[in-house]
T-cell receptor, first 115, second 114 residues
């Protein structure tokens, strides 16, 4: 089983839909992240949860709503998205508070298309 | 000015060539430097991790950091078709929230052809 699992792998939604992305990490880490990856742009950090508390909300529009019910699971709830939100959404985890906390482990991502 | 600059490529080389990938950065507060490799339809995976200026070698891969010039490089020797991927440089900034924040370059797409 891979360390960080994301579902679904692909998602197509209309602008009025509500959907959720799910991430699960099996590495025993205490921090989880959502990143957005658009073509030819750097990965954009969206949200960070450390010890299940949100510690970063990087000026993300309110149509993206994260949820972290425990240290192993992370959700990204989506509603009334715009076509420019189409991108690869990546989840990552790390072990904060240690030297290795600098190393992020990524899932395979959810490729989102908004019509 | 972007915090991290990376040429997006694409870079196309023949099998066996030496590949040089580079990033420049503007913030002298960056402390750790990494290279991630991302295959098509996959998430990035950590390839190399360095802290100090100088070279670090791992098999066919060498990471080089020059803090005085704010320049990092990744060299791939004897490149293989399986090295075809996008290579992302990343740098760590300690955030005011007390956790480590990774700043990524846009990635360089590499194609190694047989």
């Amino acid at each position: 089983e891979t360390g960080v699992t994301q579902t679904p792998r692909h998602l197509v939604m209309g602008m009025t839909n509500k959907k959720s992305l799910k991430c699960e990490q099996h590495l025993g880490h205490n921090a989880m992240y959502w990143y957005k990856q658009s073509a030819k742009k750097p990965l954009e950090l969206m949200f960070v949860y450390s010890l299940e508390e949100r510690v970063e909300n990087n000026s993300v529009p309110s149509r993206f709503s994260p949820e972290c019910p425990n240290s192993s699971h992370l959700f990204l709830h989506l509603h009334t998205l715009q076509p420019e939100d189409s991108a690869l959404y990546l989840c990552a985890s790390s072990q904060e508070g240690t030297r290795v906390g600098e190393k992020l482990f990524f899932g395979s991502g959810t490729q989102l298309s908004v019509l | 000015q972007k915090e991290v600059e990376q040429d997006p490529g694409p870079l196309s080389v023949p099998e066996g060539a030496i590949v040089s990938l580079n990033c420049t950065y503007s913030n002298s507060a960056f402390q750790y430097f990494m290279w991630y490799r991302q295959y098509s339809r996959k998430g990035p995976e950590l390839l190399m991790y360095t802290y100090s200026s100088g070279n670090k070698e791992d098999g066919r891969f060498t990471a080089q950091v020059d803090k005085s010039s704010k320049y990092i490089s990744l060299f791939i020797r004897d490149s293989q078709p399986s090295d075809s991927a996008t290579y992302l440089c990343a740098m760590i900034l300690r955030s005011t929230g007390g956790y480590n924040k990774l700043i990524f370059g846009a990635g360089t797409r590499l194609a190694v052809h047989p």
